[in-house]
């Protein structure tokens, strides 16, 4: 199962993340999870969205540098240890996590937590064999927020 | 293969027999101006004192102050009726330098950079835009005329709308341009907008890249970019505009027209000359003008003459691209920095994308140098300790060379000021 990220190379100044947003708001595109990670005076903004082949290509023509990049979006349990269980097995394979952040999906019930790694099929094929659950970009768009069902 | 082969293989004894003969010539039409008439009185120089090469030294050299303090006419040798042209330098910085020509002048010149751009292998079949300013510029006419002369088809597009000049391009199956080599950069992203690759959808097959210093690596880069052959151009409005040294298809060094022009490298520090090979000053001595002859002018552009012979066969000596300007030096804890010794080594580093710019600040006492550098679109992979080992070799490989630690920051494609003209590189916000 394969999800994508959309890496945004971004220099650290008011606006840039406003510009950003405001394209895909154009673009009706839905931003599902979003971090940021910064070096000082430039970082690299990482969105998971439905559409993330649309929003490449939309923010690409905007003059944007973007990267598509292959994630893997675990589903864990949104209880203690829920997490600890996903990243011990990572720990024990000796696989490397490059960058992670993880969004509820399902209160008290699911997570998702999306993984950038350093070996992407070996981290697939381990968590297939240790029977986590990973979605697509399909299934990731699908995915309710946790507070249409429960609120 | 050569524009006029008697004079561009003509031995070196006899190439340097006719520049003494043309010199004791311009020595004697000098005289004829309110300035150099003046001076030479007041030193006693008569052309009879001239009976070798060597003896250029007993003149005194002319600077761009001279030309602009003695603005408009103090260096003018013949009638004002003589003269068909002017031509004003590109200088930011005082009054503007002009330059007068008259019909042979115009007609020498047009030979010289007809006689570059043959050179190069340009001929009648070929299609020319020329994409620089046409005015007082000498950039654009001088190329004009000289394509012209060979009587290629010659677009003459101008400067600036980029999208106009790629739409000209593929309509008239443009093969040859004449471009700054920052534009040149800046074009190709506008190729990119439009979807046009100039490979494979345009003719171009050589360029030449003017006006502005650039790097070997920016040259291979530009090359690379377009799939054509980019040949370096030097020249300055006061002496002519191009045409005054070119490259040949070997592309190593560019051939100084010596049957024009005779040349000198001095110490910039002591004003003493330099023997070939030693980089210093390139100071010049027009050999056919007629309506402005200059004596010894001091160009500011820093070079040095390649002693050993072309494999070309032409007899004029070469000389190397242009380091830097004497006046775009910057000084920083004082060491001597040239934009164009940072940008060659930013175009070495791949990651790297077209665009940079050079701010100079001070705090306190100390002066800093940051360097904000545009990344390559494709270089791009997502990961943010990527950019930051780009940044830490940007700095380690800069303060290998320049002794300084810059301060690098990286920032995204296309997002510094893009000029149509001359790329502005350096910003100094040192205030004392």
């Given amino acids: 199962m394969t999800a994508y990220q959309l890496s945004i190379f971004a220099e650290n100044k008011p606006g840039r993340l406003a510009k950003i947003t405001q394209l895909l708001a ?34 690409s023509k905007e003059g944007l540098t973007v990267s598509l990049k292959e994630v893997i979006a675990v589903v864990i349990d949104d209880k203690p240890g829920g997490l600890d269980k996903l990243v011990q097995v990572l720990a024990g394979e000796n696989i490397n996590i490059e960058n992670a952040y993880g969004f509820v999906t399902e209160s008290w019930k699911n997570a998702i937590f999306v993984v950038e790694v350093d070996q992407l099929e070996k981290t697939r094929e381990i968590l297939k064999k240790k029977g986590f659950k990973t979605l697509d970009t399909e299934s990731l768009s699908a995915i309710e927020p946790f507070h249409y069902l429960k609120y | 293969m050569y524009w006029g082969r008697e004079a561009e293989i003509m031995l070196r004894e006899r190439l340097e027999a006719l520049q003494l003969t043309r010199l004791k010539e311009t020595i004697k039409k000098a005289k004829k101006s309110p300035y150099y008439g003046k001076l030479f009185d007041n030193i006693g120089l008569v052309p009879d004192k001239i009976n070798s090469l060597k003896d250029i030294e007993k003149a005194p050299f002319t600077t761009k102050n001279d030309l602009r303090e003695h603005w408009p006419y103090g260096f003018l040798a013949v009638s004002r009726d003589e003269l068909i042209r002017m031509h004003s330098s590109s200088g930011t910085t005082g009054r503007a330098t002009v330059v007068f020509h008259t019909a ?31 005015g007082l510029f000498t950039g654009g006419l001088g190329f004009h005329y000289g394509a012209e002369k060979i009587g290629a088809l010659t677009i003459p597009s101008g400067a600036g709308n980029s999208k106009r000049q790629i739409q000209l391009m593929q309509d008239f199956d443009t093969t040859a341009i004449h471009i ?11 190729f990119e907008e439009v979807n046009v690759d100039p490979e494979r959808d345009t003719k171009l097959r050589i360029a030449f890249l003017g006006a502005e210093p650039h790097s070997e690596k920016m040259r291979k880069r530009i090359e690379e970019l377009y799939g054509f052959k980019a040949y370096n151009s030097y020249g300055l409005s006061e002496m002519n505009g191009p045409g005054v040294a ?42 056919m003008r007629e309506g402005m002859p200059l004596l010894r002018y001091r160009t500011n552009d820093l070079t040095r003459i390649i002693p050993e ?12 691209r242009i380091k830097g300007r004497t006046d775009d030096m910057m000084i920083l804890k004082g060491v001597n920095i040239f934009p164009v010794q940072i940008e060659k080594k930013l175009m070495e580093i791949s990651g790297v994308g077209n665009n940079f710019l050079i701010i100079l600040e001070r705090e306190g006492f100390n002066d800093n140098m940051i360097i904000r550098v545009e990344v390559q679109k494709e270089f791009f992979s997502g990961n943010l300790k990527q950019l930051e080992n780009l940044r830490h070799k940007i700095v380690e490989e800069l303060k290998s060379d320049i002794l300084i630690t810059p301060r690098v920051e990286l920032v995204e494609p296309g997002s510094l000021p893009k000029s149509e003209g001359k790329a502005e590189r350096v910003i100094d916000n040192r205030k004392d």
């Avoid at chain 1, 999870?33 to 939309?58: C, E, M, Y």
Wanted: with cysteine; glycine share 6%; proline share 5%.
């Fill in chain 1, 26 to 59: 154009n673009e009706k595109i839905n931003i599902r999870a979003t971090t940021i990670s910064t070096s000082g005076d430039f970082g690299v903004i990482n969105l998971i969205v439905d559409d993330p082949k649309q929003a490449h290509k939309v923010l």
């Fill in chain 2, 104 to 134: 042979k002048d115009i007609e020498e010149w047009t030979n010289l950079v007809a006689r570059s751009m043959y050179m190069t292998g340009m001929r009648k079949t070929d299609v020319f835009q020329n994409m620089m300013t046409y």
């Fill in chain 2, 180 to 190: 700054i080599p920052s534009y040149a950069l800046h074009l190709f992203s506008v």
């Fill in chain 2, 246 to 287: 070119f490259e040949c298809p070997s592309q190593g060094g560019m051939h100084i027209w010596e049957d024009n022009f005779l040349v000198e490298i001095i110490d910039p520090e002591t004003l003493e000359p330099l023997p070939d090979g030693e980089e210093g000053e390139l100071v010049l001595t027009t050999l």
């Fill in chain 2, 309 to 320: 012979p072309c494999e070309c066969g032409r007899t004029h000596r070469r000389i190397e």
